[in-house]
């Protein structure tokens, strides 16, 4: 157990990887608050950001400086983009993206000068594939997010980065909220494309796995600007820097556009 006590905020701690976090830095003996809509200790929508802000308050009227922010909240949300509703787009955007960026917002004036900021993007704000257009939209402005705070914190002495991940044997894809409509111009090729299968579930990485591979990165003395968890995911971001984007799209289409037979 560490002697000294840090107190770190996580938001989305009561599931998947946030919920793995949560439960190794309080083993080490660390004092963790976690902010999610199924939390015990701040039952909060980081989509509303009013809440949010409350919720800040009262961390730092109670806990004082914040030592680590790890932004774990998001949900997926899968569909052909002409058929999803605005609404749900939306509210894709308000969660993921403004989730993480007025969470930091709130956290930058009540955190420790040598604090750092840990933003969880994923694989595909980097390699966007089919049907998850938003899912990947919303984690591509988020990592682009973290660049950017890492630039404007650059002399301030709080550290920043942004952790790609692949994907992770979690809930997470059982709860992405999976829209099937279809048309002539689909078929069933999003349903094909969307849903979970055994086979897809044998390729992802363990949770633990990913934890442990976090929980490094949490620790590391100086933070680099972005981190890929994944071999897959690390292979395309090889190829990525040699090949052209068209390939690279041509490859991840053909991983994940299921075509229907």
């Not at 730092?60 to 002409?82: F, K, R, V």
């Not at 749900?88 to 955190?111: H, L, R, S």
């Amino acid at each position: 157990m560490r002697i000294e006590k840090r107190t770190i905020v996580i938001t989305g701690a009561t599931s998947g990887l946030g919920k793995g976090l949560k439960e190794i830095f309080e083993k080490k003996g660390d004092v963790v608050i976690d902010i999610s809509i199924d939390s015990e200790q701040y039952k909060c929508d980081v989509g509303d950001y009013k809440a949010l802000k409350k919720v800040f308050d009262d961390i730092y009227l109670n806990y004082g400086e914040i030592d680590m922010l790890i932004t774990c909240a998001g949900y997926g949300l899968s569909g052909a983009i002409e058929l999803l509703d605005e609404q749900q787009t939306k509210k894709q955007f308000d969660v993921n993206f403004f989730g993480t960026a007025n969470a930091c917002k709130y956290a930058i004036p009540i955190m420790n000068k040598n604090g750092k900021i840990i933003i969880m993007a994923s694989a595909t704000a980097i390699f966007p594939v089919p049907f998850r257009a938003y899912y990947s939209a919303s984690k591509a402005a988020v990592d682009n997010f973290a660049r950017a705070l890492k630039m404007e914190l650059s002399r301030s002495g709080i550290q920043v980065t942004s952790i790609c991940p692949g994907d992770v044997k979690t809930n997470f894809s059982a709860n992405r909220i999976k829209i099937y409509e279809t048309n002539e111009r689909y078929g069933k090729s999003i349903e094909k494309s969307t849903k979970p299968t055994e086979k897809s579930e044998k390729r992802r990485m363990s949770p633990e796995y990913a934890i442990k591979k976090i929980y490094k990165i949490c620790e590391k003395k100086n933070l680099k600007n972005r981190y890929i968890i994944g071999k897959t995911f690390k292979m395309l971001n090889f190829f990525n820097k040699m090949f052209s984007i068209k390939l690279i799209d041509k490859v991840c289409t053909k991983m994940y556009y299921k075509k229907e037979k």
